[in-house]
């Protein structure tokens, strides 16, 4: 059998495998979405999710302004959106007009991205500032099932599907 090696706990993380997500908001003016790989259920009922945000990220300003919030998690066809939502800002570019992507508009104006294998609206309940991230509490109020795809993948630094 292998033995276990030490890790740096920093680096360690990095070995938590995790779907990727687009989150997306509308504030009234704009859309806007970001790629999330630290996306997680945390209650059955109510249906609740974790979302860990950057205080960085323009997605964030947006937020804070708003009752609800997106999910859309990305299939193995969607690596391309998930690069390009994870490296721009929204506060420079529109990226859903820069990629051609059309939303689907969900309850409350709330933008979702078709080809993913499933949609979530949310209604923000908590946040709670934890390190250098925030970690958001949304309910989710309505879900929509999209293509029956392999779920994209996120682990050491690499996309990874089934
Ligand atoms: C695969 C991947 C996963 C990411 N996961 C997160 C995450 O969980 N939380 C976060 O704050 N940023 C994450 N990011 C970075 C943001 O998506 C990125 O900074 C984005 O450009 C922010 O866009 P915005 O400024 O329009 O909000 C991730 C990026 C990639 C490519």
């Given at each position: 059998?292998?033995?276990?090696?030490?890790?740096?706990?920093?680096?360690?993380?990095?070995?938590?495998?995790?779907?990727?997500?687009?989150?997306?908001?509308?504030?009234?003016?704009?859309?806007?979405?970001?790629?999330?790989?630290?996306?997680?259920?945390?209650?059955?009922?109510?249906?609740?999710?974790?979302?860990?945000?950057?205080?960085?990220?323009?997605?964030?300003?947006?937020?804070?302004?708003?009752?609800?919030?997106?999910?859309?998690?990305?299939?193995?066809?969607?690596?391309?959106e998930?690069?390009?939502?994870?490296?721009?800002?929204?506060?420079?570019?529109?990226k859903f007009?820069?990629m051609g992507i059309e939303p689907?508009?969900?309850?409350?104006?709330?933008?979702?991205l078709t080809?993913?294998?499933?949609?979530?609206?949310?209604?923000?309940?908590?946040?709670?500032?934890?390190?250098?991230?925030?970690?958001?509490?949304?309910?989710?109020?309505?879900?929509?099932?999209?293509?029956?795809?392999?779920?994209?993948?996120?682990?050491?630094?690499?996309?990874?599907?089934?």
């Amino acid at each position: 059998m292998t033995a276990m090696k030490p890790l740096a706990p920093g680096k360690a993380l990095s070995h938590i495998s995790h779907p990727v997500a687009i989150i997306t908001v509308n504030d009234g003016k704009k859309l806007n979405g970001m790629t999330a790989a630290w996306v997680t259920q945390i209650s059955i009922d109510p249906p609740i999710l974790c979302v860990s945000i950057s205080p960085k990220r323009h997605t964030w300003e947006m937020l804070k302004g708003v009752e609800f919030f997106g999910v859309s998690m990305l299939s193995k066809d969607q690596e391309g959106e998930s690069d390009f939502f994870g490296s721009k800002s929204g506060k420079k570019v529109d990226k859903f007009k820069a990629m051609g992507i059309e939303p689907f508009m969900a309850a409350h104006d709330v933008p979702l991205l078709t080809g993913s294998v499933a949609g979530f609206v949310c209604r923000k309940t908590h946040q709670v500032e934890q390190g250098d991230h925030w970690a958001l509490f949304g309910e989710v109020v309505e879900a929509w099932k999209g293509h029956d795809n392999v779920p994209l993948n996120f682990f050491k630094s690499g996309y990874h599907s089934w």
